[in-house]
């Protein structure tokens, strides 16, 4: 079946260490975007790629990295320079670069750094 | 500032109430406006609207957009249990960025 993936579903890790985070999609989309999602405060973009070997800052993009290098994939590495890491990530994808068609999810990541 | 606006923030309804949600944004040139429904983890896509006053309808759900007063509202008829979720609306802009509300979260007793 098509659909993106996210693994793993639970992450727990201690403070300090850098962490990656998999998204891998299988429905030959360009686009490709990592969304932080906090309690209150709805959907945050960290980084998102139109195309493979290139990607972009989104708004919340320090203490993080990503890479693309295949089409569908687009990992995501939490870094120790992230103040405030546990959160739930969520990765999505869309056919269209514009953003102007409707973005498909992952079922998440929830990260838990002690 | 570009925002996207959603209320009301939570709402608590019985089975069989029927319920809008409301999303404002703020700029004129755009090019979609998006519904999505959030239950456990993955939001799961519900209208992309482009044109202003052509309702989108989908079971009890239906969606609207005006985009001279710059909001779209989100219906759903005959509640559910099932239609509890967090409901998020989000434009697209020019940018290729998705802009997020914060949702509104829908609690359906029975």
């Known amino acids: 079946d098509g659909g993106i993936t996210q693994s793993p579903k639970y992450l727990f890790r201690k403070e300090g260490q850098n962490v990656t985070l998999s998204c891998e999609q299988n429905?030959?989309?360009?686009?490709m975007y990592w969304y932080r999602q906090d309690p209150g405060q709805g959907l945050r973009l960290i980084y998102y790629s139109q195309i493979v070997n290139d990607f972009q800052k989104g708004d919340i993009a320090e203490g993080y990295s990503v890479s693309r290098e295949k089409k569908e994939s687009f990992p995501l590495t939490v870094t120790s320079a992230q103040k405030n890491p546990t959160a739930f990530y969520l990765c999505?994808?869309?056919?269209?670069?514009?953003?102007?068609?409707?973005?498909?999810f992952g079922q998440g990541t929830r990260l838990t750094v002690v | 500032e570009d925002k996207v606006v959603q209320s009301p923030l939570s709402l608590v309804v019985h089975e069989g109430d029927t319920v809008t949600l409301n999303c404002s944004y703020e700029v004129t040139n755009f090019r979609s406006l998006l519904w999505y429904k959030q239950e456990k983890k993955a939001p799961t896509f519900l209208f992309m609207l482009?044109?202003s006053g052509i309702e989108k309808k989908s079971g009890r759900l239906s969606s609207i957009l005006d985009k001279k007063e710059l909001f779209s509202i989100l219906n759903i008829t005959a509640t559910q249990t099932g239609d509890s979720a967090i409901y998020l609306c989000a434009r697209a802009g020019n940018n290729r960025k998705l802009i997020w509300g914060l949702g509104t979260s829908l609690a359906v007793n029975p």
């Open positions: 482009t044109s």
């Open positions: 999505a994808s869309s056919i269209d670069r514009t953003a102007n068609t409707e973005a498909f």
């Open positions: 429905l030959n989309h360009d686009a």
